[in-house]
């Protein structure tokens, strides 16, 4: 064998490796991003100042509980099976608009007041998933699923299966005023977005959180109680479901049924996609968000070119599919 095959064969042979890491760590995204400028080209308005400051306010929402399925992972590891996951999140943001809504026009209610409502339906289910996975032992993604059904159960009998449409002028503030021309919504999307930050990136806490999550044996040595912190970890959801629920009603004008199909469907898929904005590859605030841009840029881009929305979810799944799938290849490289 010549000295010329055998320095092809060692390049190709570094090279493999780096090319197969690169996929399975930035794949998705990198599929996003072709899809995205795919979109760019099919529709004219696709880039529109209209369109993008619509697609942020379909976003907001969608940002919102990806960042309570966020703390969920990091406080349970990134393990797409074993590790954490919340998919009640959106069932309990449907509850929590259904009773802002409720309160708001049937019960003559103060913003506030519905609010505090609101937040407090959302912190009794992240209570309950609390009770099941810590106490009872159950594995979150069996016990959430669960959870997911029961809450959009209750939620249908306590609306009656209607909508509810809100005319107070909080929520018509919300959802019209545009401060800087730039939407309500993405404001509170922002707003939500350095909270959690701050909270699970920059404070003791949050640095305590993630160490349970990426070992909790590990946690446990050092002298930190995993319980406690994956416990905070669901109410921190419920806390991010009321708040995504302002967001929801101010976009829908109120409650509607099934808001919560949708929307758990592009959680999974952006606080999963956004992990690839990270230099680790791992679940983030900031990753989360860009996902959750991502996900409502590429829906408007396929509404754009007529896409029929039941060929949408069915897409929104297959990308699932194969974000999990990498996550789930990238941890058997790790073990």
Known sequence: MSALTRTGQDRAAAVLPAVRRVLLTRGPLLLFGALLLYLSFASSAFLSTANLLSSLTQAAPIAIVSFGLAAVVMGGGDDVVAGGIDLSIPAAAALATAVLSDQLTNQGASFLWAFTLATVAALIVGALNVVLVTVVGLTSILSTLAMYATVVGVTRVYTGNRRITVD???????????????????????????????????????????????????????????????????????????????????????????????????????????????????????????????????????????????????????????VVAAAALQNRRRA
Do not use: C
């Open 168 to 322: 107070d002028p909080t929520m018509l503030f919300i959802r019209d005023a545009r401060p800087l021309g730039i939407p309500m919504p993405v404001w509170l999307m922002f707003a939500a977005a350095l909270a959690f930050w701050l909270l699970l990136h920059r404070s003791p806490f949050g640095m305590r959180l993630q160490a349970v999550g990426g070992n909790q044996e590990a946690a446990a040595t050092s002298g930190i109680r995993p319980r406690p912190y994956i416990a905070a970890s669901f109410l921190i959801a419920g806390v991010a479901a009321a708040v995504a629920a302002v967001a929801l009603t101010a976009r829908g004008s109120g409650s509607s049924p099934g808001i919560d199909e949708r929307l758990l469907v592009d959680m999974v898929l952006a606080t999963f996609v956004g992990a690839a904005f990270s230099r680790r590859n791992v679940v983030t605030i900031v990753g989360a968000m860009m996902g959750a841009i991502l996900v409502a840029l590429l829906s408007n881009g396929l509404i754009l070119i007529r896409v029929d929305n039941s060929w949408i979810d069915g897409f929104k799944g297959v990308l699932i599919l194969i």
